[in-house]
């Protein structure tokens, strides 16, 4: 009966969980994205450049980024582009700039191909080169100085810019064997540069609608619960899987701080369910009648039983005439005549919105010896 008594009480109580939902605020984020495919024949066409910055500034979008996004870009433009880039910086907690297209290594220094450039390297001497790749290509280095100064928390600069370019191929540009290739960069505190494939070799352009690097980063970029180190670090595996080992990205990282996840830390786990009360096995409390006939056979434990359910249903059900009135029944079935006494006067309370629920009440009354 105890057991009984508690599932009741469980059942009628029920239990009050609180769960508290964790506020997350992310400051602001922004992002240049450029594309250059409509190259002249020789610096080389490429096939899937625009369409990396296009899914690059499609899914960047999807996580909030306000993007500028360019394609087919000439130095001016590109010189434009990025200054207008670095105003957007301050105050923000991601600046991230892509950049899918030509690039090449020149005196240890990496220069974006804009389109219609004039670079013409052929036979150039080293000086003659310098020059030329200062005034009519666009340092990368220039994109991570600008950023850096900036004034946002966390930059990120990703080049799928190591594709074969003719160029290239000037032997002084230290890298004839896999032209269009580029050099490691050193990246200031809280700064990260990733390279589609490491320094010193060239990248694929890829077979179907964006490069290899691209079509594997797009994969991770807006994955909820990856940090930005283990984006890049999942993109690598993949590039490596799909290249059999030929090509294999790079990161130079100076990140400093808490973790940043572009696109949100991973959805919390659905909270337990509610705990539930047991189903209770049904209660079978004998009437007056019932009571009366155990009292006559000596059962009196099923009449302490029945008495111990009907102290709880007229807890529960202070204004309801009849558990009291039965519990008087059971008292007195008992002899406990007092506590029946006691139960069938309260009854017959006006209270009561019983009348002959009252009548009940006082009759017994009447009949106590």
């Known amino acids: ?19 508290a939902t964790a506020k997350t605020h992310t400051k602001p984020h922004v992002a240049l994205v450029i594309g250059n495919a409509k190259y002249e024949t020789a610096v080389g066409p490429l096939r899937n450049a625009v369409n990396d910055a296009k899914a690059v500034s499609k899914a960047l979008r999807g ?87 900036g004034g946002g928390a966390c930059n990120l600069v990703i080049l799928d810019a190591c594709r074969n370019t003719p160029v290239a191929r000037n032997p002084r540009h230290g890298n004839a064997a896999n032209p269009g290739c580029l050099t490691e960069i050193k990246p ?31 994969k991770y970029l807006q994955n909820p619960g990856l940090t930005i180190e283990q984006v890049f670090k999942r993109t690598r595996a993949g590039v490596m899987d799909r290249s059999n080992g030929g090509q294999i990205p790079a990161e130079y990282s100076r990140l400093i701080g808490d973790d940043i996840y572009l696109a949100g830390p991973a959805a919390p786990a659905p909270p337990p369910p509610k705990p539930t009360a047991p189903k209770a096995e ?27 359910c009907y102290n709880i249903a007229v807890e529960l059900a202070p204004e309801d005439f009849y558990p009291l009135f039965n519990r008087g029944r059971v008292h007195l079935a008992l002899g406990h005549k007092d506590e029946a006494k006691a139960d069938f006067t309260t009854a017959t309370n006006p209270k009561f919105k019983q009348p002959t629920a009252r009548k009940l009440s006082q009759k017994a009354l009447a009949e106590i010896p």
């Open 282 to 308: 049904p209660v079978n409390i004998p009437t007056p009648r019932a009571i009366n006939q155990l009292a006559a056979a000596g059962r009196a434990t099923e009449c302490i039983e029945a008495l111990q």
């Open 1 to 19: 009966m105890t057991n009984r008594l508690s599932l009741a009480i469980f059942a009628i109580q029920g239990l009050a969980l609180v769960f």
């Open 188 to 218: 200031p505190a809280g700064s990260l540069i990733a390279f589609a494939t490491d320094a010193g070799r060239a990248a694929q352009d890829g077979e179907g609608a964006n490069g290899l690097y691209t079509g594997e980063l797009l």
């Open 63 to 149: 996580l909030g980024f306000p993007v500028t996004e360019e394609h087919n870009v000439s130095r001016d433009d590109l010189m434009e582009s990025v200054a207008g880039f670095r105003s957007k910086i301050k105050g923000t907690e991601v600046a991230l700039f892509y950049y899918a297209s030509h690039g090449v290594s020149v005196a240890g220094s990496n220069y974006l191909i804009p389109i219609k450039s004039g670079y013409q390297p052929d036979q150039a001497d080293e000086v003659t080169l310098r020059m030329l790749a200062e005034t009519k290509l666009f340092n990368a280095e220039q994109v991570v100085a600008e950023m850096s100064t």
